[in-house]
């Protein structure tokens, strides 16, 4: 197996281990690298590992081909007595612990979504590779908080 492309760039404190290219896209393998990590309920440090768990998410497109990256990331136990969180997973920055999408690929639809019609936008993102259909994009634009009208740039307009 070759080396990862230079131009990959990886998302927080994670381990390239593989990857490997097929026609339906590339497929990164990454594994966390920490040694602990801080329950989110407490805010506790723990260096206590109760298991693995995979998950599998899209992330920005190379060269026009869809990337897979598929996280071996830990679940920890929280040894704080009082926290009501036994077993928590880790956190990484530019994962939100929900998406099924890397932050900084789900940046890149939103920017699509408010750039052009939904239509436009689901053949765009065809094309970059990272194929996504017009009612996603229309759930991008509903779900996104609306601006405070001070930092609007067209507040002199209205
Ligand atoms: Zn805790």
């Given at each position: 197996?070759?080396?990862?492309?230079?131009?990959?760039?990886p998302i927080d404190v994670m381990h390239i281990a593989?990857?490997?290219?097929?026609?339906?896209?590339?497929?990164?393998?990454?594994?966390s690298s920490r040694k602990s990590a801080v329950c989110p309920q407490c805010h506790c440090r723990s260096h206590n590992k109760h298991s693995r768990y995979v998950r599998m998410l899209r992330d920005?497109?190379?060269?026009?081909?869809?990337?897979?990256?598929?996280?071996?990331?830990?679940?920890?136990?929280?040894?704080?007595?009082?926290?009501p969180m036994r077993v928590f997973t880790e956190r990484f920055e530019g994962i939100s612990s929900?998406?099924?999408?890397?932050?900084?690929l789900q940046l890149l639809l939103q920017e699509l979504a408010f750039s052009m019609?939904?239509?436009?936008?689901?053949?765009?993102?065809?094309?970059?590779?990272?194929?996504?259909?017009?009612?996603?994009?229309l759930y991008l634009i509903r779900a996104t908080p609306e601006v405070p009208i001070e930092d609007?740039?067209?507040r002199f307009y209205r």
């Open positions: 197996m070759d080396t990862l492309p230079a131009f990959y760039e593989a990857w490997q290219e097929s026609p339906e896209g590339i497929e990164v393998i990454a594994l920005l497109p190379v060269s026009g081909k869809p990337v897979i990256l598929v996280l071996q990331a830990n679940k920890w136990f929280c040894l704080h007595r009082f926290c929900s998406q099924r999408n890397t932050d900084r019609s939904a239509k436009a936008a689901e053949r765009c993102s065809k094309a970059i590779g990272v194929p996504t259909s017009h009612d996603t994009f609007c740039p067209f």
